[in-house]
């Protein structure tokens, strides 16, 4: 399986908040390339996005009404409060297609994985549900977006695992970076890797925002 870098992680420390400004300014730009924008992450960031997207000059009342941007703090994904990849996957397949029917460019998603997991916090669990949505994203093109790790909420080995199913990283608005430790397929998942490499990535996204050696 090639690479796509359309499936994107974001990695950070810190106020989940401070990513709001710079997660907004890219929402407008797909709203402006019309594709339908999806944000799930809890009730609290989603009243602060609203914020950031009408700082940003989005009409977002009336983007809502159109349904061309969905803010949500929906979890029916979650079956006696532990993470059901089937559904999860389903429901994004399901917001794609109806994006397609109407007309849109494709989805683009953004997703707060400590609200997305619930309490499941399993790192085989991620992995698997990373795989079969990179799956997704390698059969429609028009699916593009970005999970948040957020190392103040998740296990460091969660953390660790998300770098190796992303094939690229977001950093801000106008940077995102090749991922060196994306396996490119499922398979090499149960290959030696440097469990070191990984944690020292996770710091360094932690502490500057970039993880290219010094």
């Known amino acids: 399986m090639q690479p796509t870098l359309r499936h994107q992680c974001l990695i950070y420390s810190g106020p989940p908040s401070r990513h709001l400004p710079a997660l907004a300014n890219t929402m407008r730009e797909k709203l402006a390339q019309n594709y339908r924008c999806l944000y799930l992450n809890s009730p609290a960031m989603v009243a602060g996005l609203r914020s950031y997207l009408a700082a940003a000059g989005v009409e977002v009342a009336h983007e809502v009404a159109k349904s061309r941007l969905i803010l949500s703090s929906d979890r029916s994904h979650l079956t006696n409060g532990s993470f059901d990849i089937d559904l999860m996957l389903k429901a994004l397949e399901n917001l794609l297609k ?3 029917r109407d007309r849109h460019k494709g989805l683009w998603a953004v ?3 400590t609200w997305e997991l619930g309490m499941e916090k399993d ?3 991620l ?4 795989w079969r949505l990179e799956k997704m994203f390698h ?4 699916l593009s977006g970005i999970c948040q790790y957020h190392s103040d909420t998740l296990p460091r080995s969660l953390l660790s695992q ?3 199913v992303h094939p690229s ?5 106008t940077l995102s970076l090749i991922n060196p430790h994306y396996l490119y397929s499922e398979e090499r998942a149960n290959e030696p890797h440097h469990d070191e490499h990984l944690d020292a990535a996770v710091t360094r ?3 500057s925002g970039d993880f290219t050696p010094a």
Do not use: T
């Open 111 to 113: 997703g707060d994985m």
């Open 123 to 125: 790192p085989a669990r």
């Open 98 to 100: 109806n994006a397609l």
């Open 139 to 142: 059969q429609h093109p028009e």
């Open 127 to 130: 992995l698997e549900y990373e």
């Open 169 to 173: 990283v977001f950093i801000n608005q």
């Open 205 to 207: 996204l932690c502490q």
């Open 162 to 164: 998300s770098l190796l």
